[in-house]
Antibody, heavy 116, light 113 residues
Framework: EVQLEESGGGLVKPGESLRLSCAASGFTFSNAWMTWVRQAPGKGLEWVGHVRSNGGTTDYAAPVKGRFTISRNDSINTLYLQMNSLKTEDTAIYYC?????????WGQGTLVTVSS | DIVMTQSPDSLAVSLGERATINCKSSQSVLNSSNNKNYLAWYQQKPGQPPKLLIFWASTRESGVPDRFSGSGSATDFTLTISSLQAEDVAVYYCQQYFGLPLTFGGGTKVEIK
């Protein structure tokens, strides 16, 4: 069964950092383009960025570029999202998902709350 | 950026009736080299992550009931639920994967009338 499981969310203050992880199973992780998508409370979906397979080139949405870093460890089938200089507007559920023709599957998400 | 605009924001449909959701992109998401529309549809039920329903604008994901269908090309797309069931109550999103940044529509909430 193809599965993704995020972890690492929590409550942090503005300006602080947090690292999210996403453990993958049931597919060849190293061949997959992996993506982070977030959803602010009661709002729609927002693409955060992705990391390509075979070399790990990354692309980011403008609101997070320069603050967030996506990386991967193919030896342990894990995706990461390092979030620095967090802002209150980064408060959201963060989902990891596999990118092919569309996003599938999705993890259950992990909640990040940025508040003083 | 390619802006995705969905309409309506919400709709209420009787059980067994048809539900139609529209999605318009600010520029074409049709790749003329392979004649594919880079457009997907998702269903999100309360408290759950999104679920991929349709990709390439009209290809149903494995396991998705055939009452869900996608149509359209270039800039105008439609998700149709041919006979609404109680379990279809959800928010539906379109998304383009033609160009960066990847973008979603604002969502359409489907309820039972």
């Amino acid at each position: 069964e193809v599965q993704l499981e995020e972890s690492g969310g929590g409550l942090v203050k503005p300006g602080e950092s947090l690292r999210l992880s996403c453990a993958a199973s049931g597919f060849t992780f190293s061949n997959a383009w992996m993506t982070w998508v977030r959803q602010a409370p009661g709002k729609g979906l927002e693409w955060v960025g992705h990391v390509r397979s075979n070399g790990g080139t990354t692309d980011y949405a403008a609101p997070v570029k320069g603050r967030f870093t996506i990386s991967r460890n193919d030896s342990i089938n894990t995706l990461y999202l390092q979030m620095n200089s967090l802002k209150t507007e980064d408060t959201a559920i963060y989902y990891c998902t596999r990118y092919s023709a569309g996003f599938d599957p999705w993890g259950q998400g992990t909640l990040v709350t940025v508040s003083s | 950026d390619i802006v995705m605009t969905q309409s309506p924001d919400s709709l209420a449909v009787s059980l067994g009736e048809r539900a139609t959701i529209n999605c318009k992109s600010s520029q074409s998401v049709l790749n003329s080299s392979n004649n594919k529309n880079y457009l997907a549809w998702y269903q999100q039920k309360p408290g759950q992550p999104p679920k991929l329903l349709i990709f390439w604008a009209s290809t149903r994901e494995s396991g998705v009931p055939d009452r869900f269908s996608g149509s359209g090309s270039a800039t105008d797309f439609t998700l149709t639920i041919s006979s609404l069931q109680a379990e279809d109550v959800a928010v539906y999103y379109c998304q383009q994967y033609f160009g960066l940044p990847l973008t979603f529509g604002g969502g359409t909430k489907v309820e039972i009338k």
